[in-house]
């Protein structure tokens, strides 16, 4: 560009022709940048959609093996608390041996 005492001229461009061509350089360049913009969003994203795919599957396995935990911890629980109980009864509770014996002793 020319300069007069440090300032810009702009030139005056008497053909259309140019100016229209200019105007489609400048067009094809802002859409061109526009498309570039665009790819770069949509590739954001796709990464962005495959690490929500990839956190989705984490917490489903995380719940599966929380679930898992939970229902083997009830169920060993349960008999323990089963075996417990019929040791206790067993214990408490006198045999047919015992009582029999007894029963001799007593004869004796």
């Known amino acids: 560009m020319q300069t007069i005492n440090g300032k810009l001229i702009i030139q005056q461009i008497h053909d259309p022709d140019k100016v229209e061509k200019q105007i489609m350089k400048f067009s094809q360049q802002q859409n061109e940048k526009y498309y570039q913009e665009l790819n770069n969003i949509q590739n954001h994203l796709s990464k962005l959609d495959k690490r929500c795919i ?9 719940f599966m093996q929380f679930l898992i935990i939970n229902i083997c911890g009830v169920i060993g629980l349960f008999f323990l608390s089963f075996w417990f109980n019929t ?8 045999t047919k041996q015992s009582t029999q014996a007894r029963l001799q002793q007593l004869q004796k």
């Open 87 to 94: 040791n206790h009864e067993k214990g408490n509770q006198p």
């Open 54 to 62: 990839l956190l989705e599957e984490a917490i489903a396995r995380q």
